[in-house]
């Protein structure tokens, strides 16, 4: 018979191979939370690109005609008011008809406990007039106007003591009058 070099492990080297393992699950158990915070954060951030988008096709929806005179749109006179039936104008949806001035409800800024089904997400609507001076990306035709609906969110706290800063997803359509 021959002999066989049985050589095993030392202590030492299971020492090292121990403190090796145990830093990266150490490691390991640090990650795990971080990436659950950011999984609920882009879940989040799609959940309020989908609430802006839904705003975004009702919108397109209301009707903006020069013959007869019908303007649904509505114009917002700064970048805090939801739009208002522009002057020498009026808006007839269905059997809804609203005056120059007036508010226009599907357009009017939802907080976070009014969107149903989605609580803690607040949207707002602004429409701008593309002809009135500054334009609209580089568009300046008064028969056109800029949709924008942001919706705001308050992310997940990533586990400090810290309270997460608002954000917000933004979703921007440019409409023609018909």
């Known amino acids: 018979m021959s002999a066989r070099n049985e050589r095993g492990f030392t202590a030492a080297e299971i020492l090292i191979a121990a403190v090796i393992v145990t830093v990266a699950f150490v490691a390991l158990a640090r990650i795990v939370p971080l990436a659950g915070y950011a999984v609920q954060e ?3 951030l799609s959940t309020a690109t989908f609430l802006a988008d839904q ?17 649904c749109l509505g114009i917002s006179v700064s970048s805090t008011a939801a739009p208002t039936v522009p002057a020498g104008a009026t808006c007839t949806l269905g059997s809804t008809t609203v005056n120059a001035g007036g ?30 001076g500054s334009g609209c990306a580089g568009i300046t035709d008064s028969g056109m ?13 990533a586990g400090t003591s810290v309270a997460a800063a608002p954000k917000s997803s933004q979703v921007q359509m440019i409409v023609s009058q018909q």
């Open 145 to 157: 106007r800029l949709v924008t609906v942001a919706v705001t969110y308050t992310p997940v706290n």
């Open 42 to 44: 882009g879940n989040q």
């Open 55 to 71: 705003r975004l096709e009702q919108i397109r929806a209301v009707p903006w005609t020069s013959v007869p005179a019908n303007d």
């Open 103 to 132: 508010a226009l409800t599907w357009e009017a800024d939802e907080a976070v406990t009014t969107i149903s089904g989605f609580s803690g997400y607040s949207r707002s609507v602004r429409v701008t007039d593309c002809g009135g």
